[in-house]
């Protein structure tokens, strides 16, 4: 029972860590709050649903939702928050919301406000390991394999390869590495690419694993991908790695073993303001220098 | 190779620079000398591309790059060392030596290992994080960020805040060898005295205009000049 907690925590922390991570690399450079990453959830979910309807191939299906979601961040980048760059970040911040709502209604608009039942399970079969007490679904299997690629993915492409040196270099000052010859928006650019696209592999995967998909799916996810980025220190990811998976574990653990008095969703909240009370910079973050 | 050309520059509602004009020749060892707050950091930001002025022209060899970002200015052969250093701090010596190279990363090797002849020091601590640096450290490492560019034009600003005497002395020295070598140098400076012993000529900066140019020996025996910037 308890390693099926764990188990089970561990795949809700990966389907946080997915959806905030792009956040956290907006909020890296940019410092801004991008809350339409979480936009990308659903609508990464819808378009894998359309084309698992159409064509009955998951893997297509899931090529498109990620590949397409990722697409209309650029797009969302270039075209909403380029020009509001020279604003407060207070306007990005509100933009953010706005598109936020909007993908919503849209999804809304063009897919009915009803759940949509995504019949995509029994790729990999359920298995039962009885020796020590564990179902192993084939649903958390995807998710576990497909989280572990695309951190292993991330993690080398910002630490091992010429982009993500300029990334680094980005996040720690902006300004000077333009001055060094970088072009800053293709670096920016690539964070909403990454961002959307993993926040879409999120929604489609917890699609498939409970079988539905409906517009407003993405609301739980970026209430807690709030949580997640500022308790694992604004800005940096492997911190949000850890808060995710703090937090995945934590609701499937009390929530499955002590009970807790209020809805499972408002502990993420409670772990954040415990954590935050005894680190204000968050689990990685730096602390403010004054 | 540079011409500025009634720069006019604001922040917001403040108007920082009025009409500034200068120009430096290939070869030249230029400075602008003011003091704090009379816009140097703003001027050398506008020709680096890192403010849009609302008035005038820059031109680079030939070229008007006013409208032109960052790095293409970096592209063309403009090196930056900007103000406070502004290394970065969680990268590696050559991490921050990469990045400045990013224009010219196929010959990043060659130019790598002149740097560290020039600056052995940095050798040393190649794979150091840039913050665990002295001052004077990361002020090498921030002209030598701007050198693995092979600049034609070769951007300082105040390479003497923040630095004991004698390390201040050993950067004037290296910008000078450097200009010998053929860098065309435009340095903004608060230490008049420094500056313009080490330029050719040079340019008074005062609360956002140019009061007074000229060639580096004439303004330090001008009477002005003396009074307000070298002490009398």
């Known amino acids: 029972m308890f390693l099926q907690q764990v188990v089970n925590g561990i795949v809700v922390g990966s389907v946080y860590a997915l959806t905030a991570l792009g956040a956290t690399l907006v909020y890296g450079i940019l410092r801004i709050l991008d809350i339409s990453n979480a936009a990308a959830y659903a609508t990464g979910a819808y378009i894998a649903f359309f084309v698992y309807s159409a064509t009955g191939n998951l893997l297509l299906s899931f090529a498109a939702g990620v590949v397409l979601t990722a697409l209309l961040g650029l797009a969302v980048q270039r075209y909403l928050f380029a020009p509001l760059m020279e604003k407060p970040p207070l306007v990005s911040l509100i933009a953010s919301i706005g598109l936020f709502i909007c993908t919503q209604d ?53 630490n091992h390869s010429a982009i993500g040196l300029a990334w680094r270099a980005t996040a720690q000052d902006l300004e000077t590495t333009q001055a060094m010859g970088i072009n800053t928006n293709r670096v920016i650019a690539l964070n909403f690419l990454l961002g959307y696209g993993f926040a879409a592999a999120a929604g489609i995967m917890v699609g498939i694993m409970y079988k539905y998909v409906f517009p407003t799916m993405g609301d739980v996810p970026a209430y807690k991908m709030l949580a997640v980025i500022v308790l694992g220190g604004l800005g940096n990811p492997l911190g949000t790695v850890l808060a995710a998976m703090i937090i ?16 499972r969703d408002a502990l993420a909240f409670v772990i954040l303001i415990l954590i935050l009370l005894w680190r204000p910079q968050g689990l990685l973050g730096r602390r403010q220098a004054n | 190779m540079l011409r500025v050309e009634n720069l006019a520059v604001s922040y917001g509602r403040s108007q920082v620079l009025f009409d500034v004009s200068l120009a430096v020749e290939k070869g030249e060892f230029v400075t602008v000398i003011g003091a704090n707050g009379a816009g140097k950091t703003t001027l050398m930001k506008a020709i680096m591309g890192l403010l849009r002025p609302f008035q005038g022209r820059i031109v680079f060899r030939g070229e008007d790059i006013t409208a032109r970002p960052p790095w293409y200015r970096a592209e063309l052969g403009i090196g ?41 020091r940095l050798a040393e601590r190649r794979h150091q994080l840039s913050k665990t640096l002295s001052g004077g450290e990361q002020q090498m490492l921030a002209i030598a960020r701007a050198l693995v560019l092979e600049p034609e ?32 140098v435009l340095l903004v400076e608060q230490n008049a005295r420094l500056a313009l012993r080490a330029a050719h000529r040079g340019y008074v900066l005062e609360t956002g205009r140019i009061v007074l140019s000229g060639p580096a020996a004439e303004l330090s025996a001008n ?10």
């Open chain 1, 106 to 158: 849209l999804l809304r608009l063009v897919a009915g406000p009803q759940i949509q039942n995504f019949h995509a399970g029994g790729v990999l079969p359920n298995i039962y390991l009885e020796r020590i007490n564990l179902t192993v679904y084939g649903s958390w299997v995807i998710v576990l394999l497909v989280t572990a690629a695309l951190l292993a993915f991330l993690y080398l492409l910002l």
């Open chain 1, 248 to 263: 995945g574990l934590a609701e499937t653990l009390i929530g499955g073993y002590i009970g807790f008095f209020l809805p």
């Open chain 2, 80 to 120: 930056y060392v900007p103000e406070g250093r502004r290394v970065f701090p969680d990268l590696t010596v050559e991490e921050n030596l990469r990045i400045g190279a990013w224009r010219r990363a196929a010959s990043f090797k060659r130019s790598c290992e002149r740097i560290f002849t020039i600056f052995p």
């Open chain 2, 153 to 184: 034009l070769l951007l300082v600003d105040e390479v003497s805040m923040g630095l004991m005497p004698l390390l201040v002395n050993r950067s004037f020295k290296v910008l000078r060898e450097l200009n010998r070598e053929g860098v065309t």
């Open chain 2, 223 to 232: 009477e002005m000049v003396k009074k307000a910037y070298l002490g009398g």
